[in-house]
């Protein structure tokens, strides 16, 4: 038989564990990304400069989940993306693993975590070019602490002491 | 006068007095919380729950670029929402006016805000370590989650034996080893502690 202690008992259950299936920090950074700008298909290109990992880290909504991921600029602090960087990625396992992904039409990178989960700290090199024009190469000096979503510390503008401007190739204009 | 009205003198004046004392008593505390009140608080006073035998400051010049650059990535230590801050190059930088990338080296006055934070962690226990000679070291926090030994998100950072965590130990001993911290903190040293830049290395 049950009585209403039971069915209060229950309750109290149920809503416990539906409480634990939502975490209004992550849905509040989810919401502040804004809609989908109209004209973009959500896939490879959409969303560039934004912190992927904030939808494609594991907790949706997006899919799949992200290792590394992040949006490539021409020149530090000003807004044109840039395809074709290769961005050469090392983990810090026993024996280093070397990952290398190319940015595409919308300066988007990434990597999905089925084909690579890095041991962090993970130390970051780029290069873009070659061949018919001049080839030019970069290195980020500090490693990616245990973040692979670029946009988390790549961010804003260029003046202030606690994030970096978004992810850059060159300092200044280049041909 | 009658025997009531002189009883009644006999039996006031002591209360009287009594009255004149407690009122004098009152006057005297409140004068002196009124000294006290109005005297000057020493502005350099601290309360300093790691006292004299702490770990060295000086000798943590050292030891600060490695933290820096094995724990303070704005993702991780360098972030101004953790507990654990540490500043420099690569992170959180102290001055509004820096960036995490300039200036290239972790400045005298981040040196001193991430001692702050390093011994603020865990106060008493790196005061027994230090005052031991570095014996118990594992005791601390620092080392247990930067050896990975304890539940840690970012994982292993130092392994035992390593430059890293050579220059924590010795530090913590008293006796800061300079080649193994330099190393671990890819220090291209050029006029120390100044110009302490940091390079890139793994």
Known sequence: MRTPRFRSVILLLAATGSASCFDPVHDDQVTALGPEVAGVPEGPTHRPGQPCRTCHGGDGPGSPEWSIAGTMYRVRNEPGTLEGVRVILTDSSANPVEHIVTSNSAGNFYIPMDDWSPTFPVFVRLEYGGGATKMRSTEMLSPIGRNGGCGFCHYGADNEPGHMPPVFLAMTPFE | ?202
Request: glycine letters at 10%.
């Open chain 2, 1 to 202: 006068m009658t025997m009531r009205e002189e009883h009644r003198t006999s039996r006031s004046a002591p209360r009287t007095w009594r009255i004149l004392a407690t009122v004098a008593l009152m006057l005297s505390g409140c004068g002196m919380g009124w000294l006290v009140a109005c005297s000057t608080p020493d502005s350099d006073a601290r309360v300093d729950p790691v006292g004299p035998t702490g770990p060295d400051r000086a000798s943590f010049d050292y030891v600060a670029p490695v933290l820096a650059r094995r724990c303070g990535s704005i993702d991780c230590h360098g972030s101004r929402f953790r507990n654990l801050r540490i500043y420099g190059f690569g992170g959180t930088r102290l001055d509004p006016t820096h960036r995490p990338d300039l200036p290239e080296f972790v400045t005298p006055a981040e040196i001193n805000a991430t001692y702050e934070s390093v011994i603020g962690l865990e106060p008493e226990i790196i005061r027994a370590v230090a005052s031991a000679g570095g014996a118990g070291a594992e005791r601390l926090s620092l080392v247990r989650k930067g050896r990975g030994d304890e539940d840690h998100k970012g994982d292993r950072r130092i392994t035992p034996g390593d430059d890293s965590d050579i220059c924590i130990l010795s530090w913590l001993a008293g006796n800061v080893r300079k080649d193994e911290c330099n190393k671990a903190g890819c220090l291209i040293d050029a006029g120390f502690p100044d110009a302490t830049k940091i390079g890139s290395c793994r």
